[in-house]
């Protein structure tokens, strides 16, 4: 059995207290639950996913720190998913008004290895195309952005 999985919390330094979720207890507010294996919880502060990205801007900007945390260790992939969708539950997310986490899923969607087949890109890329979703953005625009992602850390 590969117990190499773990999970993780993000919090935000900038709100201590005692934030109680059922038997879950922390001393500062969670924004984000995770689930990784080796630099994961320090590869996820420069992930693109909007929601997270916004958030983890919001503060770097505001000078506060992110604590990152592993809450479960030495698990196997299936015991990481299934805690990662417990505790996104027990939490709460934002777009659901009923927590704080900034997570827009139940949890258990992400790829902790191996990129996805040939077959399965196919298909995403049709989704795209059939839903006309492309970027609308000005030339100037798109060079900004691209000069964005270039550098350290990208």
């Known amino acids: 059995m590969n117990n190499e999985y773990y999970v993780y919390i993000l919090f935000d330094s900038s709100k ?11 001393d500062y507010q969670p924004f984000y639950v995770g689930k990784g294996k080796k630099n ?26 992110i604590i990152s945390k592993k809450v479960e260790t030495n698990l196997s992939n299936t015991e990481s998913i299934n805690l990662e969708k417990e505790f996104i539950s027990k939490i709460g997310r934002r777009d659901l008004k009923n927590g704080p986490l900034v997570n827009t899923t139940d949890g258990g969607e992400g790829r902790l290895s191996s990129s996805p087949s040939k077959e399965t890109r196919n298909k995403i890329s049709k989704t795209y195309l059939s839903k ?14 691209s000069n964005i992602q270039k550098g350290k850390g990208n």
């Open 16 to 26: 201590q207290g005692l934030y109680v979720y059922e038997d879950l207890k922390f």
């Open 40 to 65: 994961r919880i320090k590869d996820t502060l420069y992930d693109k996913s909007s929601f997270k990205r916004n958030k983890i801007e919001k503060l770097k900007r505001n000078g506060i720190k």
């Open 132 to 145: 006309n979703l492309k970027w609308n953005h000005k030339q100037e625009t798109l060079k900004e952005m």
